[in-house]
């Protein structure tokens, strides 16, 4: 059954040609009239899908413990900038700012703390969940519009919603990929005219088969370009949580969720949340050319564990009845455990700092 957004999409593929895999993904998500994020409830088990701190206090127990590490090593600054991007209910930040208030009081009274949002919905759950924080907290439509100042900057899952483009290898070399209309008059997907500067491409390039993926994010990089030059004109480290890849490489990873499955990208536009997976090497090659120390990428079970997860958990449910033990131990293999379902692999934490100090858990990579 097409949907409303699949129905103004081939209108406009139908009145103007193909659109690029770029402009598909903008619209899937953001259109103002049927766009993913502008009617559905994504976050949670009633939801499409579930973040690692909807999973657990613990996730953002642990990035609060990582946050006033990164504090100290910048010389525990007065008015610092303490901020996420894309907050979702607002959960991992009510979870970094009970443990900052508790570690480093110093820091929890000299800050302000920001949340970058654009929707005023998600703002009135935000206000809800973080409670008696949330009179400490102002919200911004941009990240440009955060006050002057050293910056602790969290960002989970930020850069897999960004849109992408695709380029797919052809008998004439790679062309950006499309959506178009197929012979039914159904969404398809098909190459463009426009090409890729072959600099662009990862090595190897001349030997992938016709019908290979490679996928260039610009306006990822745009977004860690932003951030990266506050960082480096101010201070501060910045966090960032995703799932992703190491390496930059070949493949198509454009995905779309809905109820908590996986749905063909071009099946339910508008009604199913479309990412794709993040390439941390050019995240890390953004920040490393404004001059930042680059920490990670590594994946995300080591990061927790390094930090004390299992240490917490054992905490947590020390003298706790059974049930919710056992919920503590499946929660803690969800987070930081490898294999299908479990998020300790497949997400990778990369940090980039101005502060030329080591940051645990991580080992200095530059």
């Given at each position: 059954?097409?949907?409303p957004?699949?129905?103004?999409?081939k209108?406009?593929?139908?009145?103007n040609?193909?659109?690029?895999?770029?402009?598909?993904f903008?619209?899937?998500?953001?259109?103002?009239e049927?766009?993913?994020?502008?009617?559905?409830e994504?976050?949670?088990r009633?939801g499409?899908?579930?973040?690692?701190?909807?999973?657990?206090?613990?996730?953002?127990?642990?990035?609060?413990?990582?946050?006033?590490?990164?504090?100290?090593?910048?010389?525990?600054?007065?008015?610092?900038?303490?901020?996420?991007i894309?907050?979702g209910?607002?959960?991992?930040?009510?979870?970094?700012?009970r443990?900052v208030?508790?570690?480093?009081p110093?820091l929890?009274d000299?800050a302000s703390?920001?949340?970058?949002?654009?929707?005023?919905?998600l703002?009135?759950?935000?206000r809800q969940?973080?409670?008696?924080?949330?009179?400490?907290?102002?919200?911004h439509?941009?990240?440009d519009q955060l006050?002057?100042g050293?910056l602790?900057?969290?960002?989970?899952?930020?850069?897999?919603?960004?849109?992408i483009?695709?380029?797919?290898?052809?008998?004439?070399?790679f062309?950006?990929?499309?959506?178009?209309l197929d012979?039914?008059?159904?969404l398809?997907f098909?190459a463009?005219i426009a090409?890729i500067?072959?600099?662009?491409?990862?090595?190897?390039?001349?030997?992938?088969?016709?019908?290979a993926?490679?996928?260039?994010?610009?306006?990822?990089?745009?977004?860690m370009?932003a951030?990266?030059e506050r960082?480096?004109d101010?201070?501060?480290?910045?966090?960032?949580?995703?799932?992703g890849?190491?390496?930059?490489?070949?493949?198509?990873t454009?995905q779309?969720v809905?109820r908590h499955?996986?749905?063909?990208?071009?099946a339910?536009?508008?009604?199913?949340?479309?990412?794709s997976?993040v390439?941390?090497e050019?995240?890390?090659?953004v920040?490393?050319?404004?001059?930042?120390?680059?920490?990670?990428?590594?994946?995300?079970?080591?990061?927790?564990?390094g930090?004390?997860?299992?240490e917490r958990?054992s905490?947590?449910?020390?003298?706790?009845?059974?049930?919710?033990?056992?919920?503590?131990?499946?929660d803690?293999e969800?987070?930081?455990g490898s294999?299908a379902?479990?998020?300790?692999?497949?997400?990778k934490v990369?940090?980039?700092?101005?502060?030329d100090?080591?940051l645990?858990?991580?080992?200095?990579?530059d």
């Amino acid at each position: 059954m097409s949907t409303p957004l699949a129905r103004k999409i081939k209108a406009l593929i139908h009145t103007n040609g193909p659109i690029s895999v770029t402009d598909y993904f903008s619209l899937c998500l953001a259109d103002p009239e049927h766009g993913y994020y502008r009617t559905r409830e994504p976050f949670g088990r009633e939801g499409d899908f579930v973040t690692a701190p909807e999973v657990s206090q613990l996730f953002g127990e642990m990035l609060g413990v990582f946050m006033v590490h990164a504090w100290q090593k910048h010389g525990m600054p007065n008015g610092v900038r303490f901020a996420e991007i894309g907050p979702g209910r607002g959960t991992m930040m009510a979870d970094m700012l009970r443990v900052v208030a508790r570690l480093a009081p110093a820091l929890y009274d000299s800050a302000s703390f920001h949340l970058i949002e654009t929707s005023e919905r998600l703002r009135a759950v935000q206000r809800q969940t973080l409670g008696t924080h949330a009179e400490r907290i102002s919200w911004h439509d941009s990240f440009d519009q955060l006050p002057v100042g050293p910056l602790l900057l969290a960002a989970n899952e930020l850069f897999d919603a960004i849109p992408i483009r695709q380029f797919v290898r052809t008998q004439n070399g790679f062309r950006e990929r499309m959506v178009g209309l197929d012979a039914d008059g159904e969404l398809a997907f098909a190459a463009g005219i426009a090409g890729i500067d072959p600099a662009l491409l990862p090595e190897g390039y001349k030997s992938q088969p016709v019908g290979a993926i490679f996928e260039f994010a610009p306006a990822r990089e745009a977004a860690m370009t932003a951030i990266s030059e506050r960082l480096s004109d101010h201070g501060g480290t910045a966090l960032v949580i995703d799932y992703g890849h190491v390496v930059s490489g070949f493949g198509d990873t454009l995905q779309a969720v809905l109820r908590h499955a996986f749905d063909p990208p071009l099946a339910h536009p508008g009604e199913a949340d479309l990412t794709s997976h993040v390439d941390f090497e050019r995240l890390a090659t953004v920040a490393r050319e404004a001059g930042l120390h680059i920490h990670g990428p590594q994946p995300q079970g080591d990061f927790l564990m390094g930090l004390g997860l299992a240490e917490r958990a054992s905490a947590l449910g020390r003298g706790r009845d059974e049930s919710l033990q056992s919920q503590i131990i499946a929660d803690v293999e969800r987070l930081a455990g490898s294999g299908a379902g479990n998020m300790g692999d497949l997400f990778k934490v990369l940090a980039v700092t101005s502060a030329d100090e080591p940051l645990a858990p991580f080992r200095r990579t530059d």
